[in-house]
């Protein structure tokens, strides 16, 4: 069981990091009510396992491990992907909007045939402009890997894209 | 094959970060028309989604957001508790019944009979259900997470 003060300090730490949370989510299961699901339900799970949490590291670096692995759980469990609706264009023009969605909407297809890291490490860097350095330090990987897949991910985005960009 | 080091190098051109040295590197890559073609097709993706965001929720969702995982915590621990409750009453109550039945000489042996096998069977149901719950529980991935 965790104290009183834990709980309002979990508090505020949920609400230092739900947005990155949200949008990790979001990533990884490609929906907005997935998202909420698997973000709170990671959040319940870092409460009950804080006593765990070794206070002399980052908070998000432990809790993404728990997100991310909720993530890949409910996407192994889902037979297909229901509905892909988590990129927008920035467009403010109508009509450029129109074309810039459809394009978000064909990015987002392909952002799912690429494998869970590859996704996650693209809409990181891309989406949420992390550098490279904070990329490997959340993942645990080498900043040349993070790197190189990266570049793979673009590669292999390029081919599914051939034609549209 | 793609050399180790182009990679590092477009990877450090898009991210802005490249020195001098490292874009007459570079550049000299760029001179062999295959990579050329995936440095541009690389530069392609990066503008496109350029002009893309992840969809924001409406402000409001953040106002209630901790609010919400908070509220499904709280229910968390009270599903918890009145499983244990019911848990408690319903085996009192099973083994009030199971005394009384052998102590109690007068209903027919069919019934008897009836009531042993269907406790063993819910028992049995019971104790499959748990283990079940057991073993997704020590399976689960996200158990294996250290500090």
Do not use: C
Not at chain 1, 24 to 42: C, M, P, R, T, Y
Not at chain 2, 116 to 131: E, K, N, Q, W
Request: charged share 30%; net charge positive; proline share 1%.
């Amino acid at each position: 069981m965790i104290s009183l003060k834990d709980k309002k300090e979990f508090g505020e730490l949920v609400k230092a990091n739900m947005k990155r949370a949200y949008f990790a989510a979001l990533g990884f299961v490609g929906n907005h009510d997935d998202a909420v699901e698997i973000s709170q339900k990671a959040f319940i799970a870092a409460y009950r396992n804080y006593h765990k949490y070794d206070r002399s590291k980052n908070f998000y670096t432990w809790f993404y491990k728990i997100l991310k692995n909720l993530s890949l759980n409910m996407i192994r469990d889902r037979k297909k992907i229901e509905s892909l609706d988590f990129i927008e264009a920035k467009d403010e023009d109508v009509f450029k909007s129109v074309e810039s969605n459809e394009l978000a909407a064909k990015i987002e297809k392909a952002l799912f045939t690429l494998n869970d890291n590859e996704r996650s490490i693209f809409i990181l860097k891309e989406f949420e402009n992390y550098s490279y350095k904070e990329i490997a330090e959340l993942m645990e990987i080498p900043i040349g890997t993070v790197m190189s897949k990266l570049f793979y991910a673009r590669k292999k985005l390029s081919e599914k894209l051939r034609g549209m960009i | 094959m793609i050399e180790e080091r182009f990679i590092i190098l477009t990877e450090k051109f898009i991210d802005k970060s490249l020195t001098d040295n490292e874009k007459k590197e570079l550049d000299k890559f760029l001179m062999d028309e295959d990579y050329k073609k995936e440095f541009q097709n690389q530069i392609n993706v990066k503008e496109a989604v350029m002009n893309l965001n992840l969809k924001k929720p409406k402000s409001e969702f953040w106002d209630n957001y901790w609010l919400n995982t908070y509220n499904r915590l709280e229910r968390g621990v009270a599903w918890i508790l009145i499983s244990i409750g019911l848990t408690l009453l319903i085996g009192f109550a099973v083994f009030q019944f199971i005394q009384k039945l052998f102590v109690d000489d007068g209903g027919p042996f069919i019934i008897k009979i009836g009531l042993i096998v269907l406790f063993t069977g819910a028992l049995i149901l019971i104790l499959s259900l748990i283990r079940e719950q057991f073993i997704k529980t020590k399976n689960d991935s996200y158990k294996e997470i250290k500090r």
